[in-house]
């Protein structure tokens, strides 16, 4: 009877919970749902990682990995579903058709955040570092904060075993999929370009609703803050009706409240506070950059955050590894680290902030790429492409009559000689895949570290 009267007193309605997924989004939502009392069995078609599987043990929680007991799992009252399991999944379908609930990881979390404040950032490109610089302003201002989402840290874990008042989440479309009642109390909207879309039937307008969700269940006291150069956005807005503070961000146009550039000062104006900031003394540089720091700045400014801080913060903020990353100069080719560019959008953000010569490494698991969008630039700056991936026969194609050359390799040690061979004094080499990694690689992480290893190896 204590197991029921814990269930009740916390209105979640059920007690057998299956986790679909044992990676770091399903082991965090295995925890706190046994923390909270639930009944929890996890299933991994995989093998789990060592380390997930111990924290597993450690927590009393039944698991299976290489395969799934369909019966067991259909036998569920609610099933927290991996984000990276998509709804064409077989099992998804039985489950689907059984009418059992099915919910993310950020919707658990959500459940059992208490009075917890959620700044949540969502986008095609510019995520992470949105996030991290958020979390960085946050952190240097004296919050008790946490960093979770798809930046790589649990967001129910953290919940369950290091609760915060505040969480700053990086959120995926595929984690935005799966929520029901989830609402941040401020909602960050970057950009929204064509991606995944072999998750999202090749159908465009699903992916952008998929990205709107993250607004669904807000209301008239949360911030909803978003690119007003953004086509894709603007146009949904027009025919959207939000019930939240709008907070736009501008480089072409004045607003009257958010944010926008005038002249190199980036201005931001939230009910009184007003705060100016030269572009010049951001710590990280390019024009995707100043939208992203304009994002960030808007939020710091909704919690309440000192302007003074908020200049300090972008100031001496550190990029992120695998996002435009400097490696190394070897004899006068510089060498740079971009795998986190898994779509054409982060690409083409990539080159634009190169002024030299490049030698471009491109390819992996496409996700229905539109290449089109690279051409002017791969014109104007791209000397060769290397491809990196089992099939790099779309790229070769698009691209055969805009560059000089182009090579064709299959892992990481033979793409860096090829480049360091084809680049000359002056020139720098770009892993900017605008691929996913899966087909070669774990994730992007990976081929971002044996990028690294092989350019040290030269």
Known sequence: MEEKKILDEKDVGTHRMVVLGGGESGVGAAILGKKNGYDVFLSDGGLLKEGYKQELIANGIDFEEGGHTEERILSADEIIKSPGIPEKNELVKKIRAKGIKVIGEIELAYRFKGDAKIIAITGSNGKSTTTSLIYHICKKAGLDCALVGNIGYSFAKQVAEDPKPLYVAEISSFQLDDIETFRPDVAVLLNITEDHLDRYDYK?????????????NQQKEDYFIYCDDDEVITNKLNILTTNTNNLPFSMKHEV?????????????RIQEERVS??????????????????????????????????RESVGDFQGLEHRAEHVAKVRGVEFINDSKATNVNSTWYALENIERQVVLILGGQD???????????????????????????????????????????????TCVKTCFRMATKGDVVLLSPACASFDLFKNYEQRGKLFKEAVREL
């Not at 009257?256 to 931001?268: E, F, P």
């Not at 700056?381 to 099939?391: M, P, Q, R, S």
């Open 204 to 216: 465009f307008e699903n992916y952008i609703n998929s990205k709107f969700r993250i607004i669904e």
């Open 256 to 268: 009257k409240k958010g944010g926008q550039l005038k002249g190199d000062q980036v201005l931001l």
């Open 277 to 310: 900031m030269s572009i010049y003394d951001f710590a990280i540089k390019g024009k995707h950059n100043v939208y992203n720091t304009m994002a960030a700045g808007i939020a710091a400014c909704t919690i309440g955050i000192r302007k003074e801080m908020i």
């Open 367 to 413: 996700k229905g790429n539109d290449y089109s969008i690279l051409d002017d630039l791969v014109k104007e700056k791209v000397k060769a492409i290397v491809c990196l991936g089992k099939d790099s026969s779309k790229i070769v194609n698009h691209f055969k009559n805009m560059v000089p050359a182009i090579r064709e390799t299959s892992d990481m040690e």
